[in-house]
């Protein structure tokens, strides 16, 4: 029977709508189902045991398979960005801080979730006062040296020019306001205007702070912050009075830790060992080194005590910066 | 007298035989090491290194060709002061023992010009003659343990060619995880009397960052940046893939090859 033709006419509105509906859905959907699948997984983790984060990334998440399959157009499921910062000493910055960054980025990309887009190192500062620890300005210089030749590995000396200590869920907070409070990039999808898209990342700032416990409330083009580390810092999570339990919560919850494993450490079982941890598995990427690469600063400063040679381990750049100074010949 | 308190130090060259399939970081911390090790006992003092890539001949399995190698280790060596390339051996039909390598290389360190820093006021001509006596640099084989345990290897070497490298030339050996260089030597008739030519620089932070696991992380499409000295080379020519690793699949290694039939 054919439709009247106001019917009609509300008919084809509709179906317009729905098919802009649907484009704009899908658009945000993929965002959506992420919020939605973390908010399900959130929730039924506090019960109910269900597998590790490596495995549940790889999973296809609660109902969305067959909607991202069938619009052509969108087939590829949009990544998260990522930005990876990096705190520490840099006392003084190794190959294998650089390598890191490397390694953390090819694992979070060959899931097929996450781009990384840039990485942050963020040497603390002086106030920090361990052992051995030259002055930050030298630190900060010998980090840029290294990453000079990186495309997007940068260094951030905020941390360090603060006059005082502060706690790495401190600066995790300042890096995401400023990732927040940053222009657009060029390359995000979409033709929104510039301001509206700011006010949509500035407001859902304010919602994230609400609602810590759901995890990272995501916006299709705003990169998420993550803590990149060694296994050494994930252990250190275990030092009583080290950390305050309610900043490690909030960094495995709001922000996520891409940790790389060194010789001699378990990550996965110190996670597993950790009634704090293991709601945020899921959030916790594990990043095995698979080959021995232990360089560390504290041989590389003993080494220069010795007169011995670290060419090779470190970049030529920060070597150069050494000798010229004369750094690290005595404790 | 006072001037020669200071006992005369003997010079010493590092030869490093290898596929350098490609070259890394750890090769050339091998140089760095083995420097260092050599120059703390007093005795000794290291005036250069000299990196020699193996021939296409050796048919090892994933090797590439020999100029692509060769010039890996130019680029990773140029900002080097003292360490450099050699492709002498490279460009050999036919794959060459290791002994020969360094009677080579010994022969070119004898006929070159004596240095202008050379003490003393004789004539070129009398200064060459003593520096064939006291002056002449020491030439050793630089190597990572897995050589050395390769010596005990069923028909890879000649037990004469061992007992030349370890008695006219000397080893310097760097630790890698899991080798323990001195009970091998122990273990040997053959190496125990030439102990004190043999130097055992242990390497005490792990680092074995191999070229195998570097090959691999290319074929993976994963990042090998700073576990080389610059990894464009490789990059921009797309040198290390699955199929490159295929390469002399199955073949038996020149070396044993060479022992198993044929006579030289």
Aim: aromatic share 6%; proline share 5%.
């Amino acid at each position: 029977m054919e439709l009247g033709s106001k019917l009609r006419t509300r008919v084809l509105k509709l179906r317009s709508f729905r098919r802009h509906m649907a484009i704009a859905v899908h658009t945000s959907f993929e965002t959506v189902r992420l919020n939605f699948t973390r908010a399900v997984l959130a929730s039924m983790s506090r019960n109910h045991p269900i597998p590790s984060g490596r495995t549940m990334s790889r999973k296809r998440p609660v109902g969305s398979a067959k909607r991202t399959r069938t619009a052509r157009s969108f087939e590829q499921p949009k990544k998260t960005k990522v930005v990876l910062l990096a705190c520490g000493s840099f006392n003084p910055i190794t190959n294998m801080h650089l390598r890191m960054f490397e390694l953390a980025r090819d694992h979070l990309e060959d899931t097929g979730q996450y781009e990384v887009v840039q990485g942050i190192l963020s040497p603390v500062g002086d106030g920090y006062e361990k052992k051995g620890l030259i002055e930050a300005s030298h630190r900060g210089e010998m980090a840029k040296l290294a990453a000079e030749s990186s495309s997007w590995i940068g260094v951030d000396t905020w941390e360090s020019r603060q006059a005082n200590w502060l706690e790495t869920v401190k600066v995790l907070r300042h890096h995401r306001q400023e990732l927040l409070s940053r222009e657009p990039d060029t390359d995000v999808v979409g033709t929104a205007k510039a301001g509206r898209k700011r006010k949509r990342m500035d407001a859902s700032s304010a919602t994230k702070r609400r609602k810590l416990e759901e995890g990272p409330p995501q916006r299709s083009d705003e990169p998420r912050l993550m803590l990149l580390c060694g296994a050494d810092m994930l252990d250190s999570f275990g030092v009583p009075g080290l950390w305050k339990p309610e900043d490690i919560e909030e960094i495995v919850s709001s922000y996520g830790l891409v940790c790389i494993t060194r010789g001699g450490s378990d990550p996965e079982a110190f996670i597993q060992g950790s009634d704090l941890l293991w709601p945020h598995r899921h959030n916790i990427h594990v990043v095995r080194e698979w080959v021995a690469n232990d360089v560390s600063a504290t041989h590389i400063r003993r080494a220069l005590r010795r007169g011995h040679s670290v060419r090779y381990l470190l970049p030529d750049p920060v070597l150069g910066y050494i000798q010229e100074r004369g750094l690290y010949t005595t404790e | 007298m006072y001037f020669l308190q200071q006992p005369k130090k003997t010079k010493v060259v590092l030869l490093a035989c290898g596929s350098f399939n490609p070259i890394t970081n750890m090769h050339l911390r091998m140089f760095e090491l083995a420097r260092d090790h050599l120059e703390d006992t007093g005795q000794y003092e290291v005036v250069q290194g000299i990196l020699s890539p193996v021939g296409d001949g050796y048919e090892k399995k994933g090797l590439i060709e020999a100029s692509h190698r060769g010039e890996m280790a130019k680029l990773a060596a140029e900002s080097s002061s003292w360490i450099g390339v050699d492709t002498w051996e490279s460009r050999q039909a036919n794959w060459l023992e290791t002994v020969k390598v360094l009677r080579h290389h010994r022969q070119e360190l004898l006929s070159r010009e004596p240095d202008t820093d050379v003490v003393g006021t004789a004539k070129a001509g009398r200064k060459r003659k003593r520096m064939d006596a006291s002056n002449e640099p020491r030439l050793m084989l630089l190597c990572g343990a897995d050589m050395l345990d390769s010596f005990g290897v069923p028909g890879l070497w000649k037990p004469e060619d061992i007992e030349e490298i370890v008695s006219s030339y000397g080893l310097v050996c760097i630790t890698r995880g899991g080798s323990d260089p001195e009970a091998f030597i122990q273990g040997s008739d053959l190496l125990w009397p030439h102990r004190h030519n043999i130097h055992v620089v242990r390497e005490w932070v792990a680092n074995d960052v191999s070229a195998t696991h570097i090959r691999r992380a290319l074929r993976r499409g994963h990042s090998v940046r700073y576990l080389l000295p610059d990894p464009v080379y490789i990059q921009e020519r797309r040198l290390y893939t699955t199929e490159s690793e295929q390469r002399n699949p199955g073949v038996v290694l020149a070396p044993l090859q060479k022992h198993a039939g044929r006579h030289e």
